[in-house]
């Protein structure tokens, strides 16, 4: 049976673990530089800067949710920004996956945000396809911007 729950503080190494899984899936296990205590301050301050859902079979952990809310000036209300998804792999294709997202939908809902979002990478078609199979659409007209490390101390800085 799948149990859904929110993460403890005991959980940090494992969400960290996970983390890295992930980034090495996605083939950027160079770029996570997250440690346990910056994970454990951004998920456990007051207010917390994310949350996450630690999903477990049989009492042992096999996948990740971390989210957070972002804001719509379009629609007024917060939404629900899903960072990472995880599941291990030996927990691939139990349904795992599924109840995540299923309980982040029913958070967005009983919290009152109007959209529940994530990306995908282009590449991914698997997930792309499990995410159509929930009920997503895959937004094609939009593309993720970022600015970090030199640029975005560079651009902050410039007149």
Same mark, same amino acid.
């Given at each position: /049976? =799948? ?6 503080? @005991?959980?940090?190494?494992? =969400? ?28 456990? *301050? ?7 859902? =630690? ?18 000036? +379009?629609?007024?209300?917060? &939404? ?13 294709? #139990?349904?795992?996956?599924? @109840? ?7 958070? *967005? ?9 994530? @990306?995908?990478?282009? +590449?991914?078609?698997? @997930?792309?396809?499990?995410?159509? *199979? /929930?009920?997503? #659409?895959? /937004? &094609?007209?939009?593309? =993720?911007?970022? /600015? ?12």
């Amino acid at each position: /049976m =799948i149990a859904i729950r929110f993460a403890t503080p @005991a959980d940090v190494g494992t =969400i960290l673990q996970f983390v890295r899984e992930l980034a090495i899936y996605e083939r950027a296990l160079e770029q996570v530089v997250a440690t346990e205590a910056l994970l454990e301050q951004a998920l456990f *301050a007051v207010p917390p800067a994310a949350e996450a859902l =630690i999903a477990e079979v049989d009492g042992a952990p096999v996948g990740l949710a971390l989210f957070f809310y972002n804001f719509s000036t +379009w629609t007024g209300w917060r &939404g629900l920004y899903l960072e990472d998804l995880y599941v291990s792999p030996q927990a691939r294709g #139990t349904g795992v996956g599924k @109840a995540l997202l299923k309980r982040l939908a029913q958070i *967005a809902v009983e919290r009152g945000c109007s959209r529940f979002e994530w @990306a995908v990478l282009d +590449w991914n078609t698997p @997930a792309q396809e499990f995410y159509k *199979a /929930m009920g997503a #659409t895959i /937004m &094609g007209d939009w593309r =993720i911007c970022r /600015m970090s490390g030199d640029a975005l101390t560079t651009f902050a800085v410039a007149p």
